[in-house]
């Protein structure tokens, strides 16, 4: 079946730092990758998305290229802010349904 | 403003006391979804609907049911909520549920089952 595997959080970092956070999936077919964000205390905003091999999203500063050879969409920004500080996830939208990766919470300490 | 919309926010409640958590979105939605998020293990989804009166089993839904009779509207029913419901609930809408379509969700509901 369908997975999302997301590096292993929490993740803390200096404001402008580079950030990286992994993802690598498993999935049959061509489904359409995303990279959800939720801030404290709120619910879950679409960050970024990627509907076939080679798509680039970006959003915000943050970019993913979705990597059917590597079957990856890692999250990218060159400099991030202490706005930043959330949890991400990274998702697959397979048959009806989001399959989601376990999250990672990113901290940026200014 | 184009929203989905949920409530209660927070609730604490007792075993096996029915409750239901309303869901609501005024995008003109085909597809809506349940959620429920627990630390490590991400998003799972609990039951979807493709349209009203279609409702179908997601990955985890054992003691929840839903009903969809209105296009708007898709409340999530605990029957007999359990400690185990303890979870932090989304729900989410979309324009047919396809695999290049965008969900949007609404602000949570953090339950406790004591």
């Known amino acids: 079946g369908n997975s999302v595997t997301q590096m292993e959080g929490p993740v803390t970092l200096s404001e402008e730092a580079f950030l990286t956070i992994n993802c690598t999936y498993t999935?049959?077919?061509?489904?359409?990758l995303f990279w959800y964000v939720q801030y404290p205390g709120e619910g879950l905003q679409l960050l970024l998305k990627a509907t076939k091999a080679d798509d680039k999203g970006s959003n915000k500063g943050f970019e993913a290229t979705y990597r059917k050879e590597t079957t990856s969409f890692h999250l990218e920004k060159g400099s991030v802010q202490v706005s930043d500080s959330a949890v991400y996830f990274c998702?697959?939208?397979?048959?009806?349904?989001?399959?989601f990766g376990q999250g990672t919470r990113l901290t940026i300490n200014p | 403003e184009a929203q989905v919309t949920q409530n209660p926010r927070y609730l604490i409640t007792v075993t096996g006391k029915k409750l239901t958590v309303t869901c609501s979105q005024n995008?003109?939605?085909?597809?809506m979804s349940w959620y429920r998020q627990d630390p490590g293990l991400g998003l799972r989804q609990i039951y979807y609907?493709?349209?009203?009166?279609?409702?179908d089993k997601g990955d985890v839904p054992e003691g929840y049911k839903v009903s969809r009779k209105e296009k708007r509207n898709f409340p999530l029913i605990l029957e007999s909520p359990s400690p185990n419901q303890t979870s932090l609930y989304f729900c989410a809408s979309s324009s047919w549920g396809g695999i290049t379509d965008t969900q949007y969700f609404g602000p949570g509901t953090r339950l406790t089952v004591l």
């Open positions: 999935a049959t077919g061509y489904p359409s």
């Open positions: 998702a697959l939208q397979g048959a009806q349904k989001l399959v």
């Open positions: 995008m003109n939605h085909e597809y």
């Open positions: 609907s493709m349209n009203v009166e279609v409702t």
